[in-house]
């Protein structure tokens, strides 16, 4: 879009963020009639400095025209126990998602750096946090709690789950709203949800995006007592640990190629590489089979994420031993988190 916007249209705008830990990804929408409308799009990649990244591209919309926003939204991947709703941000959520840091290491400081960066150039602008975690709040206690005395669970230690915004963006695909759903967000990051009336009823991640199925460089669910014997042979350091399970495992880990799954697949030759997905498909498929226990039954399973909606043989893969479930339908949707971004932007008050 190009040349300036009139005022009455900059007014209309909305600027939604989606930050990663070194990535940053952009959506300007347009407050319509029944949803938003996407204006223009952009991201960047391997970044040092989310403040200087978000610059760049604020000078590349003031270029189109694009100079005043109505309202910012940032996707959150964590509100820590004291964020669990998508809200209008305040000096107080502020300070809580200050205090949540710890909960995501890896994702939280970038996102409160692009904040600050927003409230620098944008002053007086609502900034909206849109967290991945808001989804699973209806999750019952069953699902949420983890089987750990209760001063350790007091820390604010439970399931969490994550993926939110994709969950929300394919819902919104959905009319009517079939009643149990399973979700498999399958990307570099990975999880599967368990959906009834709209409502999710179990997750795979947990505390962190590092649990659940194993991913493209991060293990998932793991044996605790892998951590004590490692911390007994030479990983005494949490951040060594840490690096470990989030960018050494995964597909990358047990293939010791490469995390990409289409690189894999050209690679499958290769005993490591045919493991690494034989080893995916198999925790997806069992992730499905108990997000269907979860939910007693299932009618629709849908598949989104770069890996689910492109991997075509991956999903046949998956699919080829769940006949056992009653029948149910198979689609695949994609995920619009930014999208769904703007849509939370635009419904919450200031």
Not at 209 to 236: E, K, Q, S, W
Not at 315 to 338: G, K, M, Y
Request: proline share 5%; with cysteine; net charge negative.
């Amino acid at each position: 879009m190009a040349g300036a916007l009139a005022v009455a249209e900059q007014e209309c705008l909305i600027l939604a963020l989606n930050c990663g830990s070194s990535s940053l990804k952009y959506g300007v929408y347009r407050a319509g009639d029944k949803d938003p409308e996407l204006v223009c799009e952009g991201e960047a990649e391997e970044i040092k400095d989310h403040g200087l990244a978000l610059q760049e591209a604020l000078e590349g919309l003031a270029q189109k025209g694009m100079t005043e926003f109505w309202k910012v939204g940032h996707r959150v991947v964590h509100g820590g126990p004291g964020v669990r709703e998508h809200q209008t941000l305040r000096p107080e959520v502020l300070q809580k998602l200050q205090a949540a840091v710890p909960f995501a290491p890896l994702h939280l400081p970038a996102s409160l750096a692009v904040i600050e960066a927003v409230s620098e150039k944008m002053p007086g602008v609502p900034q909206v946090i849109c967290l991945d975690t808001a989804f699973h709040r209806t999750m019952p206690d069953v699902a949420r709690t983890f089987a750990l005395p209760a001063a350790v669970r007091n820390l604010g230690v439970e399931r969490y789950g994550f993926h939110g915004l994709s969950v929300e963006s394919i819902l919104a695909q959905l009319k009517p709203l079939p009643e149990k759903i399973v979700v498999a967000h399958l990307g570099n990051g990975a999880s599967l949800t368990a959906i009834e009336k709209g409502e999710s009823r179990d997750t795979t991640m947990g505390l962190t995006p590092t649990g659940g199925i194993m991913m493209g460089t991060r293990c998932g669910d793991l044996d605790p007592g892998v951590m004590v014997f490692l911390a007994r042979h030479g990983f005494t350091s949490a951040d060594a640990f840490e690096e470990l399970v989030n960018k050494k495992s995964g597909l990358l880990g047990v293939s010791g190629l490469t995390n990409d799954v289409r690189q894999l697949m050209n690679a499958r030759a290769q005993p490591s590489a045919d493991l690494a997905l034989r080893m995916f498909c198999y925790e997806v498929r069992k992730a499905i089979a108990a997000m269907a226990a979860a939910l007693g039954g299932i009618n629709l399973l849908v598949f989104t994420g770069g890996i689910g909606e492109h991997a075509h043989a991956l999903r046949e893969q998956i699919c080829e031993t769940l006949n056992w479930i009653d029948s149910f339908e198979i689609r695949v949707l994609p995920a619009q988190e930014d999208l769904q971004i703007a849509r939370i932007a635009l419904s919450c008050s200031k």
